[in-house]
């Protein structure tokens, strides 16, 4: 029995308790309407943003920030919308960035491929692929010294496992034993090009084991499966055990940013993945274990409430002024 079928086991087994599933599913469908309000949005010429879609990869960041705490840091990637809601971003600030508005967490400057909010942990999202490695193992270097416990979390696609920076990044987080969880969101596909046009080994997980480090590969759709493999490896770090890699599979439903077809997609595949799109599966999983529907609907238009108040405080927001454009900003004057 491999990692994913023993972990799959013990999810059919022990799923995650009601409040975990709850918090789960909270998360998980905010950042679903968030996507797809913003599709809406851009499609109707209302926001003029690049766009990285996210749908169909909402629970395996939402089961993961479940097991960590506000307090611990988050760094992630410019296909990261997932990520930054479920690690909590409150949805003005994050929306007013995505639109370039000064009330934004980056006063605009950032957009979408830089959010940056040290309130609720998120450290750095990168727009470079795979270079958020270093800066976790940065972070975690940080917490060991300071001895405060704190885990920090670096999210990634599987284009990111085939450059320098995760080699030479995971193998520096193994020697020194540093509190980072490596979560590859492994949705398959880097960009345009299929995992097994550009990667050597079968799985993400054999390039942890490579380098000694405690690796495990799940289900990232599945709630409690993703859940249970992300709060061993939190108790693991915070232990001072160490790093772990998660390989969580997963799958995107739409092209590499808005624009992009997917026509690379082999139609059965994606016909496969929308059948165990991961949303309505962990809704039924709530009302299989007596949570109401109109529970569940409760949840759901809270969450549709929040965002379509954070759109409009997005659109109304004013730009940054012309000299707002300098502050932040290192100015160097070089001698001629």
Sequence with gaps: MDDHQRSKALSDTQMADKDVLIDIFTRADLIMQSDIKFRKMIGAGQLQIVYYPVRGQEVVSSAMMAAINQ?????????????????GIPSKDLWAEFAGKMAGTCKGKGGPMHITH?????????GIVGSGIPIANGLGLASQLDKDGKVTVCCFGDGATNIGAFHEGLNMAQVWKLPVIFLCQNNLYSEHTPMAFATSSDTIKQRGEGLGMRSVRV?????????????????????GNGPTLIEA???????????????YIPEAEMEQALKDDPMPILRQQLLDIQVSEADIAAIEAKNKAIIDEAAQFALDAPYPPGDEYRIDVLDVEIAA
């Design 249 to 263: 599979m997963t799958f995107r439903f739409h092209g590499h940013l808005l624009g992009d077809t997917g026509h």
């Design 71 to 87: 307090e611990d840091y988050l760094v992630t990637i410019y296909r990261g919308l997932h990520d930054q809601l479920a690690k």
């Design 118 to 126: 040290p309130e609720t942990g998120v450290m750095v999202t990168t």
């Design 219 to 239: 289900n990232g759709n599945d709630a409690s499966e993703m859940y249970a493999a992300a709060k061993e490896a939190v108790e693991y770090a915070r232990a």
